[in-house]
């Protein structure tokens, strides 16, 4: 049941966007990927989701960001016409503020049969993520990739916040997506291998035990991705626009080549280090909370930096890689919105603080990606 590997490029770049389809006039989720997929049968970019209000679109793999974005822009365009003529928008958030009625499967085989394992989990777990796939040329190169980035997915949270409502509630989280799924098995933080070798071990006695069938079943944080010779972090909220989700890609490609080059400075006292489990899943629901104000347990003598600290000490870290990947102004926008306090949950809260009315921050978040789209018109 191990999935052959199929090795990449080194640094290769994938993105996968999740985003809803609410309705044009109320706002509202609407089960409306069927009639979509009619339009898209078999396609590879446009996919279904396990639950009927969400659409996939996914890039091909790219030598850079800029391949990438230009991909989904095409697809997000033609997938907006489509949503249009049937009475749908294209919405970017990692949960819908406002919608409380339960989700409807999604009738394929695959998510048929995840339907019989999870229960009333499926129905309510309505969440939407940003996924970067990042290309390695072996096993135990996705090993080494993964035990690397694992420590900095915090700050991958804090940057991509994007779900701060839930069922018409303020949910004094920045990013409550993590929340909603962590009730689920398979998500969340995963374990710690140090090789290949032990990923397959535990793989083979999950599916011993009727666990699971393949990687395909395991949706943690960060997970190597044997059938695409990628590192895939999984753990960033949908974006209200394309852009923002390729600043998070860019941020992650020259991170992993920054590490891939310091990966033997470990007496680097500012950059984040693995910990033990419970103090990683304290540091994830501490940036689920705060973002980048939360307190970060920083190593293993607990000192605590705050979040917005290792995300400078990060910032000036990748800056040279960035650069030498052409992904340096991607990473620039992404530091003036995280500066400038626009990441997108603030820019959420900031617009129902004016309106009072939830439904605005829909029509907002639409708007956004709309004006995107039409600009790259």
């Not at 700050?155 to 994007?162: E, M, P, R, T, V």
Request: charged share 25%.
């Amino acid at each position: 049941m191990i999935d052959e590997f199929v090795p990449s490029d080194p640094l290769t770049v994938g993105v996968e966007l999740e985003l809803q389809l609410v309705d044009r006039v109320t706002g509202a989720l609407v089960n409306g990927i069927k009639p979509l997929i009619e339009i898209y049968p078999d396609s590879p970019y446009v996919k279904p989701e396990f639950v009927q209000n969400t659409v996939e679109l996914v890039s091909r793999l790219g030598r850079n960001v800029g391949d990438v974005h230009r991909h989904l822009l095409s697809l997000a365009k033609h997938l907006r016409e489509h949503c249009s003529d049937l009475g749908m928008d294209l919405c970017g958030a990692g949960t819908h503020p406002f919608d409380e009625r339960l989700a409807l499967f999604t009738p394929l085989p695959r998510y048929l049969e995840m339907k019989r394992n999870v229960g009333i989990l499926g129905h309510i777990q309505v969440t939407f993520a940003t996924r970067v796939h990042i290309g390695v040329t072996s096993p135990e190169e996705a090993i080494d990739r993964f035990r690397m980035l694992k420590p900095y997915l915090p700050l991958f949270i804090a940057l991509s916040a994007n779900s701060p409502f839930w069922r018409g509630f303020d949910t004094g989280f920045v990013a409550y997506r993590h929340r909603v799924l962590a009730a689920s098995r398979n998500y969340g933080i995963p374990p710690g291998f140090e090789t290949w070798a032990q990923c397959c071990e535990f793989l083979e006695v999950s599916h011993r035990a009727g666990i699971l069938e393949s990687m395909r079943d395991i949706h943690w944080d960060i997970r190597p991705w044997p059938h695409l010779g990628t590192v895939e972090l999984r753990v960033m909220d949908a974006q209200p626009t394309i852009d923002e989700a390729m600043q998070l890609a860019a941020l992650a490609r020259s991170l992993a080549a920054c590490l891939l080059k310091m990966r033997d400075k470990v007496d680097n006292v500012l950059l984040p280090h693995a910990l033990p489990w419970w103090n990683e899943r304290d540091n994830h629901y501490a940036a689920s909370r705060f973002g980048l104000g939360a307190d970060y347990i920083s190593n293993r003598q607990g000192q605590v930096r705050p979040l917005s600290r290792i995300w400078a000490d990060v910032a000036d870290a990748v800056r040279p890689y960035a650069e030498s990947l052409g992904e340096q102004a991607y990473l620039e926008r992404l530091g003036r919105r995280a500066s400038e306090g626009r990441l997108a949950y603030a820019r959420q809260r900031a617009g129902y603080e004016t309106s009072g009315d939830m439904r605005s921050i829909v029509t907002a978040l639409v708007g956004e990606l709309d004006a995107e789209l039409s600009i790259a018109a």
